[in-house]
């Protein structure tokens, strides 16, 4: 492999982490405050991406990436609201199922709205633009979807940890029943988890599907899949772990890749999973839990 | 408790309306049979054809243009003679939803609706996974687009009007010679006997006069392809030769180009499809790929068809491209109406034994089956992309 | 009620059931989808009892089912296609000498097919069965997608046939069959769950603190419900494959892990009389009762415009959460089905209209 080849494959591992991150960062954040997997996050990024083509098509790209960004948080609060609230007193595995049931549902809906042709996913032309920089070449969305990344996370990292919300945040991740009783307004911490969940899979599924040009209902299932296993990775329910998570994944798939294991790439990163909860279980960043009895 | 007691009425309400249901459904089949003896006498009277296609899942939009190419059939012609008796013909339309497990049961849909000939399906997986059941019900099936030579193999109820994978591999292989190619690189889906098999036939036709430089496969549902890609770029192949449903055709086309790609892009019949050129956009432009059919190839029934089913789908709402998968359907829906007027009978069986001789001339070319009951078509149409549309390049053909 | 009196009455109930599969039996050809139905049913209600073996009664929340069930039908139909047609089968390829031969009868091949379930979740589950709830939950679901892709991937080309998937799998003769071996299947599984090994699942599933200080060794009787459990979805993977007679690796996605799941959920974690019941009302209901969503509808010459391919789906989907949502416990929550219960019930529908006419007065 030459030099430039490596290169070429670090940047698409990069880029690609990068766009896992900022996905994995919703699977963390929910599972921090809710214990919940949420299945349907997949899905909601997959719709985001069919958001933005209606969005683009009506108002062009500058006014359609904010439309894009409202219409997804407001689908991801709708869904927490008409399927997680109602059972939050119920066993985790209800509330798990009940995910699983809103993906099916999300993903049965696009197919009958929009058939399971490939929409094209609309030219954003300054990201399109091609650049070639010493044999590598890529559009600046493949340049930008890492740095854009961190940025993001620097933002969220700081409002987690020096916002009257943010700390209202952590202190229902520690303990859902004491937070209540001191007088945090839970249904309005757990909202603005999906808030942010949601609108950070708004931007990565825009990054993403710039750079992949277009989307169909499946769309969503495999990025899913992997993002959750990076935030898991990671240790689920830190930021910080969910991003590197990422990186790890998009790096680690593209190296596997690389050196020409093509067929067991997806195997691999599940691979990853399982060695990596056998070994520490919580992940690289997670707290351990002791169980109380 | 009120709950569950509530939740179990309802379900043995559920369960006792599923035998009536089913009884009643299975009835209604067995009736329309009993009509068509007794209607003889009777008046008008139905035979039912289904039409058995993914319309949802992974090869749902192929799938639909295939129905699109048999409902005009339809349309056109919706009666047929049997003696001197006019039958209507009646759609049945099931979804197998581009899986196996689904492909199963609504096959076995089909059966039990009583249908005299089955069409389809897009995608030879879910035709393979049916046929037998359509063999056991002694039920004729024609299908439109699925090359995989394991569909007909082994089964006298399945035919095609299309040509096969192996054909399809070395007209692609000996194109790409013809065009100057010498290494090549193979990009296949794995757990898709569509794209693996063609992909197969190609290196093993190709190999005989140039260098297999990469064999990449890709999981179903990818849509990162620039890993892969960047590894074949760095073994500069002169033609990329990567068949792929049309979800993919995109991703992989645009992808390329974008990593800087220069090689020849090629693939097979899915990929001449309006929808991957207004996916791809301008860098589908110069992709060749091989096809069962060309607008300015036909003779004068072929225009009326051309012309007809452009307006049929403009009045869908739909774009004004012929895919060759809607012309493939059109003609299987001919071919099986041909062979239920040459048995003279609406005995399934009958029919297939008629359309072992049956000959169509059809848009996509003159129909009539081997021993295999495949189509006896020996020419593949090879065409690009210039200027966001489809271009005929030559005819190929294999000794 | 009397012993006798419920004796008689189930042995009436299998009377009767025996009668009408007889009689579906003998018309098969008019009731084929009928038929077809309740085979499927069969053998999800076959799986969906292990996976409630595992996720209702021990407590352990597994989403392999569909490696295992892939375990299981690849096995068995390796071992089963008849060796006259195998090369045709492995066309692309060709086959593997060392299996190029090994045929077994197909009652023994289905065997082979859990055995070879119940091995691989030995060897798996003695490492991860140590996690707990949701990353067991996660582990089992890249197990089983791992098995996807190596059955798939090309290096196993001349053993599973790659990307080309197995076909000419020997059918079930009847649909007789299907029922008897469902129901030896889900019978073992219930001796199983009544002996003193249910009962320490059981007593698992509620504490496995308490259980373990009771002197219950949580990783013995988890290992044995995670294999059992396993083989059994191996047999039910080997007459999914018999059913099929055709299969390749996406048969096996996790889409059929939840679709079980949800069957599980829709009967009631922890009752085996739930799973059969959701397993036929959920395959009915999708393959049957709710098609006529997927096809156009007219009502008085007016076309109503929703009604086109994929709302079956939708109409599916929307039901499955209101279940979820509003049923949480499912048809039969924790209980099993006894005639008291069915008797019970319906002296307890005048009393439900009652109760709510009184409420509405006050």
């Given at each position: 492999?030459s030099l430039n080849v490596?290169l070429q494959h670090c940047l698409t591992?990069?880029s690609?982490?990068?766009?896992?991150?900022?996905?994995?960062?919703?699977?963390?954040?929910?599972?921090?405050?809710?214990?919940?997997?949420?299945?349907?996050?997949?899905?909601?990024?997959?719709?985001?991406?069919?958001?933005?083509?209606?969005?683009?098509?009506?108002?062009?790209?500058?006014?359609?990436?904010?439309?894009?960004?409202?219409?997804?948080?407001?689908?991801?609060?709708?869904?927490?609201?008409?399927?997680?609230?109602?059972?939050?007193?119920?066993?985790?595995?209800?509330?798990?199922?009940?995910?699983?049931?809103?993906?099916?549902?999300?993903?049965?809906?696009?197919?009958?709205?929009?058939?399971?042709?490939?929409?094209?996913?609309?030219?954003?032309?300054?990201l399109k633009q091609i650049y070639n920089i010493g044999g590598l070449s890529a559009s600046l969305v493949t340049f930008i979807?890492?740095?854009?990344?961190?940025?993001?996370?620097?933002?969220?990292?700081?409002?987690?940890?020096?916002?009257?919300?943010?700390?209202?945040?952590?202190?229902?991740?520690?303990?859902?029943?004491?937070?209540?009783?001191?007088?945090?307004?839970?249904?309005?911490?757990?909202?603005?988890?999906?808030?942010?969940?949601?609108?950070?899979?708004?931007?990565?599924?825009?990054?993403?599907?710039?750079?992949?040009?277009?989307?169909?209902?499946?769309?969503?299932?495999?990025?899913?899949?992997?993002?959750?296993?990076?935030?898991?990775?990671?240790?689920?329910?830190?930021?910080?772990?969910?991003?590197?998570?990422?990186?790890?994944?998009?790096?680690?798939?593209?190296?596997?890749?690389?050196?020409?294991?093509?067929?067991?790439?997806?195997?691999?990163?599940?691979?990853?999973?399982?060695?990596?909860?056998?070994?520490?279980?919580?992940?690289?960043?997670?707290?351990?839990?002791?169980?109380?009895? | 408790?009120?709950?569950?007691?509530?939740?179990?009425?309802?379900?043995?309400?559920?369960?006792?309306?599923?035998?009536?249901?089913?009884?009643?459904?299975?009835?209604?089949?067995?009736?329309?049979?009993?009509?068509?003896?007794?209607?003889?006498?009777?008046?008008?009277?139905?035979?039912?054809?289904?039409?058995?296609?993914?319309?949802?899942?992974?090869?749902?939009?192929?799938?639909?243009?295939?129905?699109?190419?048999?409902?005009?059939?339809?349309?056109?012609?919706?009666?047929?003679?049997?003696?001197?008796?006019?039958?209507?013909?009646?759609?049945?339309?099931?979804?197998?939803?581009?899986?196996?497990?689904?492909?199963?049961?609504?096959?076995?849909?089909?059966?039990?609706?009583?249908?005299?000939?089955?069409?389809?399906?897009?995608?030879?997986?879910?035709?393979?996974?049916?046929?037998?059941?359509?063999?056991?019900?002694?039920?004729?099936?024609?299908?439109?687009?699925?090359?995989?030579?394991?569909?007909?193999?082994?089964?006298?109820?399945?035919?095609?009007?299309?040509?096969?994978?192996?054909?399809?591999?070395?007209?692609?292989?000996?194109?790409?010679?013809?065009?100057?190619?010498?290494?090549?690189?193979?990009?296949?889906?794995?757990?898709?006997?569509?794209?693996?098999?063609?992909?197969?036939?190609?290196?093993?036709?190709?190999?005989?006069?140039?260098?297999?430089?990469?064999?990449?496969?890709?999981?179903?549902?990818?849509?990162?392809?620039k890993?892969?890609l960047t590894?074949?770029k760095s073994?500069?192949?002169?033609?990329?030769?990567?068949?792929?449903?049309?979800?993919?055709?995109?991703?992989?086309?645009?992808q390329a180009r974008e990593l800087g790609i220069t090689?020849?892009?090629?693939?097979?019949?899915?990929?001449?499809?309006?929808?991957?050129?207004?996916?791809?956009?301008?860098h589908?432009?110069?992709?060749?790929?091989?096809?069962?059919?060309?607008?300015?190839?036909?003779?004068?029934?072929?225009?009326?068809?051309?012309?007809?089913?452009?307006?049929?789908?403009?009045?869908?709402?739909?774009?004004?491209?012929?895919?060759?998968?809607?012309?493939?359907?059109?003609?299987?829906?001919?071919?099986?109406?041909?062979?239920?007027?040459?048995?003279?009978?609406?005995?399934?069986?009958?029919?297939?034994?008629?359309?072992?001789?049956?000959?169509?001339?059809?848009?996509?070319?003159?129909?009539?089956?081997?021993?295999?009951?495949?189509?006896?078509?020996?020419?593949?149409?090879?065409?690009?992309?210039?200027?966001?549309?489809?271009?005929?390049?030559?005819?190929?053909?294999?000794? | 009620?009397?012993?006798?009196?419920?004796?008689?009455?189930?042995?009436?109930?299998?009377?009767?059931?025996?009668?009408?599969?007889?009689?579906?039996?003998?018309?098969?050809?008019?009731?084929?989808?009928?038929?077809?139905?309740?085979?499927?049913?069969?053998?999800?209600?076959?799986?969906?009892?292990?996976?409630?073996?595992?996720?209702?009664?021990?407590?352990?929340?597994?989403?392999?089912?569909?490696?295992?069930?892939?375990?299981?039908?690849?096995?068995?139909?390796?071992?089963?296609?008849?060796?006259?047609?195998?090369?045709?089968?492995?066309?692309?390829?060709?086959?593997?000498?060392?299996?190029?031969?090994?045929?077994?009868?197909?009652?023994?091949?289905?065997?082979?097919?859990?055995?070879?379930?119940?091995?691989?979740?030995?060897?798996?589950?003695?490492?991860?069965?140590?996690?707990?709830?949701?990353?067991?939950?996660?582990?089992?679901?890249?197990?089983?997608?791992?098995?996807?892709?190596?059955?798939?991937?090309?290096?196993?080309?001349?053993?599973?046939?790659?990307?080309?998937?197995?076909?000419?799998?020997?059918?079930?003769?009847?649909?007789?069959?299907?029922?008897?071996?469902?129901?030896?299947?889900?019978?073992?599984?219930?001796?199983?769950?009544?002996?003193?090994?249910?009962?320490?699942?059981?007593?698992?599933?509620?504490?496995?603190?308490?259980?373990?200080?009771?002197?219950?060794?949580?990783?013995?009787?988890?290992?044995?419900?995670?294999?059992?459990?396993?083989?059994?979805?191996?047999?039910?993977?080997?007459?999914?494959?018999?059913?099929?007679?055709?299969?390749?690796?996406?048969?096996?996605?996790?889409?059929?892990?939840?679709?079980?799941?949800?069957?599980?959920?829709?009967?009631?974690?922890?009752?085996?009389?739930?799973?059969?019941?959701?397993?036929?009302?959920?395959?009915?209901?999708?393959?049957?009762?709710?098609?006529?969503?997927?096809?156009?509808?007219?009502?008085?010459?007016?076309?109503?415009?929703?009604?086109?391919?994929?709302?079956?789906?939708?109409?599916?989907?929307?039901?499955?959460?209101?279940?979820?949502?509003?049923?949480?416990?499912?048809?039969?929550?924790?209980?099993?089905?006894?005639?008291?219960?069915?008797?019970?019930?319906?002296?307890?529908?005048?009393?439900?209209?009652?109760?709510?006419?009184?409420?509405?007065?006050?």
């Amino acid at each position: 492999m030459s030099l430039n080849v490596f290169l070429q494959h670090c940047l698409t591992g990069i880029s690609l982490g990068g766009a896992y991150a900022l996905i994995a960062i919703g699977y963390t954040m929910v599972y921090g405050i809710l214990r919940l997997i949420n299945f349907a996050h997949g899905e909601i990024f997959m719709i985001a991406g069919y958001f933005m083509i209606f969005a683009t098509a009506n108002f062009g790209w500058a006014v359609g990436i904010p439309v894009t960004l409202i219409a997804t948080v407001v689908l991801g609060v709708v869904v927490e609201r008409l399927a997680y609230k109602p059972l939050r007193e119920a066993p985790r595995m209800s509330i798990m199922i009940s995910a699983i049931g809103v993906s099916y549902l999300l993903q049965n809906l696009t197919t009958y709205l929009f058939t399971a042709l490939p929409k094209p996913y609309p030219e954003i032309p300054i990201l399109k633009q091609i650049y070639n920089i010493g044999g590598l070449s890529a559009s600046l969305v493949t340049f930008i979807t890492p740095i854009l990344t961190i940025i993001l996370v620097f933002i969220l990292v700081y409002i987690i940890n020096h916002t009257k919300i943010g700390m209202a945040m952590r202190a229902v991740s520690k303990d859902f029943e004491t937070s209540r009783l001191m007088g945090i307004k839970i249904n309005k911490v757990i909202s603005t988890t999906f808030v942010i969940g949601s609108a950070l899979a708004a931007v990565g599924s825009i990054l993403y599907f710039t750079d992949r040009m277009s989307v169909t209902p499946f769309s969503g299932t495999l990025p899913g899949l992997k993002c959750f296993v990076a935030a898991v990775i990671g240790g689920i329910g830190s930021v910080p772990g969910a991003v590197v998570g990422g990186f790890i994944i998009g790096i680690c798939e593209t190296m596997m890749i690389a050196l020409g294991y093509s067929t067991f790439s997806d195997a691999f990163t599940f691979v990853l999973l399982i060695i990596m909860l056998l070994f520490r279980p919580t992940g690289i960043f997670g707290e351990k839990t002791i169980d109380k009895v | 408790m009120k709950k569950r007691i509530l939740a179990l009425g309802v379900s043995a309400v559920l369960a006792v309306s599923m035998l009536a249901g089913c009884g009643g459904s299975g009835g209604s089949g067995s009736s329309a049979v009993a009509g068509g003896s007794s209607a003889a006498a009777g008046g008008s009277d139905v035979i039912k054809v289904g039409v058995f296609e993914p319309q949802t899942g992974e090869n749902g939009g192929g799938g639909l243009q295939e129905v699109d190419g048999i409902r005009y059939a339809n349309k056109q012609k919706s009666t047929v003679k049997i003696g001197d008796k006019e039958y209507k013909i009646e759609l049945v339309e099931v979804d197998n939803k581009s899986d196996k497990t689904e492909a199963v049961t609504a096959a076995q849909k089909l059966v039990s609706e009583k249908v005299i000939g089955v069409i389809g399906s897009y995608g030879s997986g879910v035709s393979i996974a049916a046929g037998e059941y359509f063999k056991d019900a002694k039920i004729p099936a024609i299908g439109c687009s699925c090359t995989n030579p394991q569909v007909t193999e082994g089964n006298d109820y399945y035919f095609r009007v299309c040509f096969l994978d192996p054909f399809q591999g070395t007209v692609m292989a000996n194109y790409a010679k013809k065009v100057g190619c010498t290494k090549a690189a193979v990009l296949t889906q794995k757990g898709d006997d569509y794209s693996v098999g063609l992909g197969t036939f190609f290196k093993n036709a190709f190999k005989n006069f140039g260098e297999i430089v990469a064999d990449e496969q890709f999981e179903t549902g990818a849509q990162d392809f620039k890993a892969v890609l960047t590894n074949i770029k760095s073994k500069n192949p002169d033609v990329i030769f990567a068949p792929s449903s049309i979800a993919t055709a995109p991703l992989i086309i645009k992808q390329a180009r974008e990593l800087g790609i220069t090689a020849k892009i090629m693939a097979g019949d899915t990929w001449e499809n309006g929808e991957i050129i207004k996916n791809a956009g301008e860098h589908a432009e110069g992709i060749c790929l091989s096809t069962f059919f060309d607008e300015d190839g036909v003779d004068e029934a072929g225009k009326a068809f051309i012309t007809g089913f452009k307006a049929y789908l403009k009045e869908n709402g739909k774009d004004e491209v012929i895919p060759a998968v809607s012309a493939l359907g059109y003609d299987a829906y001919n071919t099986l109406i041909a062979a239920i007027e040459k048995a003279g009978s609406t005995d399934p069986s009958k029919v297939q034994e008629a359309l072992k001789g049956v000959s169509v001339k059809g848009v996509t070319g003159d129909i009539s089956f081997d021993d295999n009951g495949d189509a006896k078509k020996d020419m593949a149409f090879i065409k690009t992309v210039e200027n966001g549309k489809f271009k005929f390049l030559e005819t190929q053909k294999v000794q | 009620m009397k012993k006798t009196t419920r004796i008689i009455l189930s042995i009436a109930a299998i009377a009767v059931l025996l009668a009408v599969l007889l009689f579906l039996q003998a018309n098969e050809r008019d009731y084929g989808m009928v038929i077809t139905i309740i085979e499927k049913s069969a053998i999800y209600a076959v799986v969906a009892v292990s996976m409630n073996l595992l996720n209702g009664f021990t407590g352990l929340f597994s989403l392999g089912q569909a490696g295992f069930m892939a375990i299981g039908a690849y096995t068995f139909s390796i071992l089963a296609i008849p060796a006259s047609s195998r090369a045709s089968v492995y066309y692309a390829t060709g086959i593997n000498p060392i299996i190029e031969h090994a045929e077994l009868p197909i009652p023994l091949a289905m065997i082979a097919g859990g055995l070879m379930a119940a091995l691989f979740a030995a060897v798996i589950g003695f490492p991860i069965l140590r996690l707990k709830s949701d990353y067991l939950a996660i582990a089992t679901l890249g197990f089983s997608e791992i098995v996807r892709a190596i059955i798939a991937s090309p290096q196993m080309n001349t053993i599973t046939n790659g990307s080309f998937g197995l076909k000419k799998i020997p059918e079930f003769p009847n649909l007789l069959t299907v029922i008897l071996v469902a129901a030896i299947c889900i019978a073992i599984m219930v001796l199983l769950i009544n002996s003193s090994y249910g009962r320490a699942f059981k007593a698992i599933r509620e504490d496995e603190i308490a259980a373990e200080a009771m002197g219950i060794g949580l990783l013995h009787h988890k290992q044995t419900a995670f294999i059992i459990s396993s083989f059994f979805a191996g047999i039910g993977g080997a007459m999914l494959a018999r059913f099929m007679r055709s299969i390749d690796s996406n048969t096996f996605k996790i889409a059929l892990t939840y679709d079980i799941l949800l069957i599980v959920v829709i009967g009631g974690m922890g009752s085996v009389t739930g799973s059969v019941l959701a397993a036929f009302l959920v395959t009915a209901s999708k393959e049957q009762w709710l098609r006529f969503f997927d096809e156009p509808l007219v009502i008085g010459g007016v076309s109503v415009p929703f009604f086109k391919t994929g709302l079956r789906m939708v109409v599916f989907s929307v039901l499955l959460m209101v279940v979820v949502l509003f049923f949480r416990r499912g048809i039969m929550g924790q209980n099993e089905f006894t005639w008291e219960g069915l008797f019970g019930l319906f002296k307890k529908i005048p009393n439900l209209f009652k109760g709510k006419k009184k409420k509405e007065a006050i």
